[in-house]
């Protein structure tokens, strides 16, 4: 019975901790905003038990907790935000080249409905944003998980991809940006269907140059 009880909290923990990063990324928090604890766990519909545990997981990737002030979405000043895209650009860029060489023709089929998915979202569509809502969504989760190398996927995962979530949305809210994303995956996913390393890691390096661009665009230079 213990053992039920423990895979019961466990998964709502993990089911708590996806909707504050979904909800953050898709900018009903910004950066710097204050989350009352109380007031998220009433929005959740749980006790505060989960919700503790899931921001604690989340310290330092995308919420910062002070004393006397609580907790906050992390706020990234541009030089750290530009080091971030850096690390993800050299990070992004390997994963395209070992998923050209390692991806199934299962795996490229997949990515490819993927972006015939994300293609007819309303959002896109009108070229306002280019939203990922969900892991099983996101384009890049896919690209690392086909490079077959878990130690690149951690890393990915367990700091960069959290890190940028924040900014990834905003980013492709600003003009013509979404619309540019597209063809971008496009092209990284004609380089993975060529078996083409070089190719995949440049096309990934220029996708992740434009995105750093565009997501800087809007903060102040200093």
Partial sequence: MSRIQAIAQTSLVNETLGKLVEAIASGE????????????????????????????????KVVMRTPRRGVRVIDFSRPVLEQIFYVREALEGMAARLAAENS????IEALTELLSGHAVRPELEAGEAYLQRSDDEDFHLAIARAAKCERLQALLLDE????????????????????AALEEHRS?????????PSAAEREMRRHIRNARLSALAGLPTQ
């Avoid at 199934?104 to 795996?107: F, N």
């Avoid at 809210?173 to 979404?178: E, K, L, S, T």
């Fill in 29 to 60: 928090f910004i950066p710097g905003q204050k989350l009352s604890e109380a007031s998220l766990a009433r929005q959740l519909g749980i006790s505060r038990g989960p919700l503790r545990e899931a921001l604690q997981r989340l310290e330092g």
């Fill in 104 to 107: 199934s023709t299962g795996e």
């Fill in 188 to 196: 990284i996913v004609a380089a993975l269907e060529a078996h083409d």
């Fill in 160 to 179: 960069v991809y959290f890190q940028l979530r924040l900014y990834r949305a905003r980013s492709s809210m600003r003009p013509g940006r979404a619309r």
